[in-house]
C-alpha cells in the first residue's frame, strides 16, 4: 500500500487511512467496517459443514477474518465481525496460519471468510508461500457486497467465489444491512464471478423475506443462468439485534422456506444444494456465535 492510501476495496469506499498514513498525518485510522491498519482473525481451522466441492474430502481451511462490510442486525458472527474479536496478525503469521492448513491440516482450499479489508495482506501472505512452493486454490466466502475493481485487482484470490444474493431489494439492505446499494453491488459481483471464476451463490432464506430469495432466483435464471450452482440455506436462527425485530425474530416457516425450494426447481437450478428445513440445526446455525476463537475444527 502506498504512502497514505486510502481503502476503497469494498462498495463503501469510505476512503481511511488504513494503511501506511502520509507523513505527519495521525496514525492509521480504522475504516467504516472497523479493519485497521494490519489484518484480524478471530478463527482459523478446518471446516466440514461447507458445501460438498468446498469441503470435499479434507475439510476446507476457512480463515474467519474480524469485522465486516455489512452491517446485518441478525448477524451470527457478532462476536467478530461486529465487535472486532480477534486477533491482529502480521502477514508473517498470516503466511504461518496458511501454511499451517496446506501442510499439517491437509485442507483442501483456503476458505477466506470476509476477507476484503484484508485482501493486499492475504496476497502478500500467499506471495511469499508460493514463493517456498505452498499453494491451495482460493475460495473467496463474502457476503457478495463486493466492488468489481477489487475482484479483478485481487482475481487470484478467487479461485471459488462463494457469495451470497441476501436482498433483492434495497430498501430491506439498508434496515438489515446498513447497504443501501446492495442489491446492485451484488448482482454485479455474482454476473462477474460467473464470467470469470467458478460460483456458488448462497441463499439464506429470512423470515418475512421469502420473496427476496426468490426474486433473486429469478433473476439468476433470467439473467445469467440456472445452471449456476446454488445453495439455498433455511438454517436461519434469530441473533443478535434480530432477536427483538419481528419477524427477524423467528425462524422461517416451512411455507416461506417451501415457496423459495419450489421457485428453485420452477427456475431449472439443479446444480446445487437444498438444506433440509426440519434438520436445519439452531446450534449449528449460531455457530459463528458461540464458536471460540483461535485455531480449531469446524464441523
Ligand atoms: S473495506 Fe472497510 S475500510 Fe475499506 S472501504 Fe470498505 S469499509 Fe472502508
Known amino acids: 500500500m502506498s504512502e497514505g492510501a486510502a481503502c476503497e476495496l469494498c462498495p463503501r469506499r469510505c476512503r481511511a487511512a488504513r494503511f501506511a498514513p502520509a507523513r505527519g498525518a495521525a496514525g492509521p485510522r480504522a475504516g467504516f467496517c472497523g479493519a485497521g491498519a494490519c489484518a484480524r482473525v478471530f478463527r482459523w481451522g478446518l471446516h466440514f459443514g461447507e458445501e460438498p466441492p468446498i469441503a470435499g474430502e479434507h475439510g476446507s481451511g476457512c480463515i474467519f477474518f474480524s469485522r465486516c462490510t455489512m452491517k446485518c442486525v441478525y448477524c451470527q458472527n457478532s462476536p467478530w465481525s461486529w465487535k472486532g474479536a480477534g486477533e491482529?496478525?502480521?502477514?508473517?503469521?498470516?503466511?504461518?496460519?496458511m501454511r499451517t492448513l496446506a501442510i499439517d491440516d491437509r485442507a483442501e482450499n483456503w476458505n477466506l471468510v470476509s476477507p476484503t479489508p484484508y485482501l493486499p495482506y492475504i496476497r502478500e501472505a500467499a506471495h511469499a508461500l508460493a514463493a517456498d512452493g505452498v499453494a491451495?486454490?482460493?475460495?473467496?466466502?463474502?457476503?457478495?457486497?463486493e466492488r468489481i475493481e477489487t475482484l479483478e485487482e485481487y482475481r487470484e484470490l478467487c479461485d471459488i467465489a462463494l457469495f451470497d444474493l441476501r436482498y433483492s431489494r434495497?430498501?430491506?439492505?439498508?434496515?438489515l444491512s446498513s447497504a443501501p446499494d446492495y442489491v446492485e453491488k451484488a448482482r454485479a459481483a455474482v454476473g462477474w464471478a460467473a464470467?470469470?471464476?467458478?460460483?456458488?451463490?448462497?441463499?439464506?432464506?429470512?423470515p418475512g423475506h421469502a420473496d427476496e430469495a426468490i426474486e433473486n432466483l429469478a433473476w439468476l435464471a433470467t439473467g445469467l443462468s440456472s445452471d449456476i450452482a446454488v445453495s439455498?440455506?433455511?438454517?436461519?436462527?434469530?441473533?443478535?439485534?434480530?432477536?427483538?425485530?419481528?419477524?427477524?425474530?423467528?425462524?422461517?416457516?416451512?411455507?416461506?422456506?417451501?415457496?423459495?425450494?419450489?421457485?428453485?426447481a420452477d427456475f431449472g437450478f439443479e446444480n446445487g444444494w437444498i438444506q433440509d428445513l426440519a434438520a436445519a440445526d439452531p446450534a449449528l446455525a449460531l455457530l459463528g456465535e458461540n464458536m471460540p476463537p483461535e485455531h480449531g475444527t469446524v464441523r
Open 88 to 97: 491482529d496478525v502480521t502477514t508473517e503469521r498470516l503466511a504461518q496460519i
Open 136 to 145: 491451495l486454490p482460493f475460495v473467496w466466502n463474502s457476503s457478495g457486497y
Open 170 to 175: 434495497n430498501e430491506t439492505a439498508a434496515r
Open 195 to 206: 464470467a470469470n471464476t467458478r460460483l456458488v451463490v448462497r441463499i439464506l432464506v429470512l
Open 232 to 264: 439455498v440455506m433455511a438454517q436461519y436462527t434469530p441473533a443478535y439485534m434480530a432477536k427483538d425485530m419481528p419477524p427477524l425474530d423467528r425462524t422461517v416457516t416451512r411455507e416461506e422456506y417451501e415457496s423459495v425450494t419450489e421457485a428453485a
